[in-house]
T-cell receptor, first 114, second 116 residues
Framework: QQPVQSPQAVILREGEDAVINCSSS?????VHWYRQKHGEAPVFLMI?????EQKGHEKISASFNEKKQQSSLYLTASQLSYSGTYFC???????????????FGQGTILTVHP | NAGVTQTPKFQVLKTGQSMTLQCAQD?????MYWYRQDPGMGLRLIYY???????DKGEVPNGYNVSRLNKREFSLRLESAAPSQTSVYFC???????????????FGEGSWLTVV
């Protein structure tokens, strides 16, 4: 089942902050965050693993609440280059292995104006 | 530094025609995937291959077949294209051992397919 992202869209001015949320109904091993510009491939931002490990971007932070199966992406002091669609991808914690398969949310469109 | 390369980038097909999307990665990754992306739907997994010689269905496999030709290459075939298969297709790969979790997934640049 697809994770649910909120909000669906955000409009900011440069320098403002934003939070994007991702919520799943399944137990999760990891949450992956991607940003996609129009007409381009999704670009990896960050992975949050069960147990608290994070790997990713220097200017973007995120949290992962394993008990609630929720993750939030924090974009601080936004820049014009932050504009794009943000996707969370969730990796199941079900028995066996996920083989790295991700289930993606529907996306959050972020627009940053000067 | 090619990463994940997929061809063609754009294709227009008539209903009922067949075609193959090619994908290759040069990162020595074990796992490869094909996703489709439709407006408002995010990315949905069509098929994946956990290792050379294995393939398995994802969320939306109907109307597609795949081949993991070797460790580098993973192709997606539409045997009889339908307008519902109009979409953007992304190939992706991830590294680590087969049973690893938490590996970064790298995407190709996408293939825009229109079926008329």
């Amino acid at each position: 089942q697809q994770p649910v992202q909120s909000p669906q869209a955000v409009i900011l001015r440069e320098g403002e902050d934003a939070v994007i949320n991702c919520s799943s109904s399944k137990a999760l091993y990891s949450v992956h965050w991607y940003r996609q510009k129009h007409g381009e491939a999704p670009v990896f931002l960050m992975i949050l693993l069960k147990g608290g490990e994070q790997k990713g971007h220097e200017k973007i932070s995120a949290s992962f609440n394993e008990k609630k199966q929720q993750s939030s992406l924090y974009l601080t002091a936004s820049q014009l280059s932050y504009s794009g669609t943000y996707f969370c991808g969730t990796e199941s914690n079900a028995g066996g292995t996920s083989y790295g398969k991700l289930t993606f949310g529907q996306g959050t469109i972020l627009t940053v104006h000067p | 530094n090619a990463g994940v390369t997929q061809t063609p980038k754009f294709q227009v097909l008539k209903t009922g025609q067949s075609m193959t999307l090619q994908c290759a990665q040069d990162m020595n990754h074990n796992s490869m995937y094909w996703y489709r992306q439709d407006p408002g739907m995010g990315l949905r997994l069509i098929y994946y291959s956990a290792s050379e010689g294995t393939t398995d269905k994802g969320e939306v496999p109907n109307g597609y077949n795949v081949s993991r030709l070797n460790k580098r290459e993973f192709s997606l075939r539409l045997e009889s294209a339908a307008p519902s298969q109009t979409s953007v297709y992304f190939c992706a790969s991830s590294g680590g051992q087969v049973f690893d979790r938490g590996n970064t997934i790298y995407f190709g640049e996408g293939s825009w397919l229109t079926v008329v």
